[in-house]
């Protein structure tokens, strides 16, 4: 069960992101107003703003190695950010873009659009290394790790290797919500349910057949004990054990926060889950 522990507020607007910060025990997230604020799981409504960007925030990522905080601004761009100095030091600028997910790899930045692209980013150089047309009218769901990046369409999910620029089609024809890598596995939410793709041996492993109609909109998953947390349109939190011949639903949660919630962050060893809600506030629960 989920625990609530407080509310955090100081946003003005949609809490839109968040993100592991540098700091243990610490969070950043990002609004619709355009400000950037790091929070300490200790010290509720005690935010400290990093940043203001002009516009609407619609992601953020962290690169912990170089300490570099990266936010997309629909409209504007992808921008990288100093966190020591707290300053822009380069950005793409994209002005007819909105944004949706993003995710870094290796060498790579990823980010969906609203016109159904994803944007491949050099991370050393911040330019736009290839644009890939998934054939979506809708931001598409993908997951990248080092050279793999695995995204849907509106025939089912492509498999890409950067590296090599090879491109599987259709390694699964379902729709799909939600991806998420984990290991040599992808977890993803279809049509029917939750399912996990062997990439290795190139098949389905395990499903979890559904029998509601929540649609996934985020996967979390915890490496350690293979478990899952599914957040659904209804901001209901499932939770799933991946099992040696199946998927096991475990319970699930509805989150009492008003409006949608907009990203959920697995927190501190999984103990606490982090919601940002399009209320302004933050919810913070204790998984136990």
Not at 28 to 53: C, D, H, M, T
Not at 209 to 215: P, S, V
């Amino acid at each position: 069960m989920l625990q609530l522990i407080s509310y955090f507020e100081g946003h003005g607007g949609a809490v839109t992101s968040l993100v592991k910060a540098d700091i243990e025990q610490t969070f950043y997230s990002g609004g619709s107003e355009g400000l950037i604020v790091r929070w300490n799981l200790a010290k509720p409504n005690e935010g400290e703003v990093l940043l203001k960007l002009s516009g609407y925030i619609s992601a953020l990522v962290l690169e912990p190695v170089s300490n570099t905080l990266y936010a997309t601004v629909n409209h504007k761009g992808l921008f990288s950010i100093d966190i020591k100095s707290r300053k822009v030091v380069k950005k793409i600028e994209t002005p007819s873009t909105s944004f949706g997910k993003m995710e870094m790899s290796t060498n790579f930045i990823a980010l969906s659009t609203n016109i159904g692209e994803l944007l491949l980013i050099d991370k050393e150089s911040l330019s736009i290394k290839q644009r890939i047309r998934s054939s979506l009218s809708e931001f598409p769901s993908f997951a990248i790790a080092n050279n793999n990046l695995i995204y849907c369409t509106n025939q089912g999910i492509n498999q890409l290797d950067i590296g090599k620029g090879e491109e599987k089609k259709m390694i699964f024809s379902d729709n799909s919500s939600s991806l998420n890598l984990l290991s040599d596995r992808l977890i993803f939410a279809a049509t029917k349910g939750l399912y996990v793709w062997n990439l290795v041996k190139g098949r389905l492993s395990k499903e979890s057949i559904r029998k509601d109609d929540l649609e996934i909109r985020k996967i979390c998953s915890n490496p350690t004990s293979l478990i899952l947390l599914a957040l659904s349109q209804k901001n209901v939190i499932t939770k799933y054990k991946i099992e040696k011949k199946k998927i096991s639903k475990l319970e699930t949660i509805q989150i009492e926060q008003n409006g949608q919630i907009n990203d959920i962050l697995w927190f501190e060893n999984h103990k606490f889950v982090i919601t940002a809600g399009a209320d302004t506030k933050i919810g913070v629960w204790q998984l136990n």
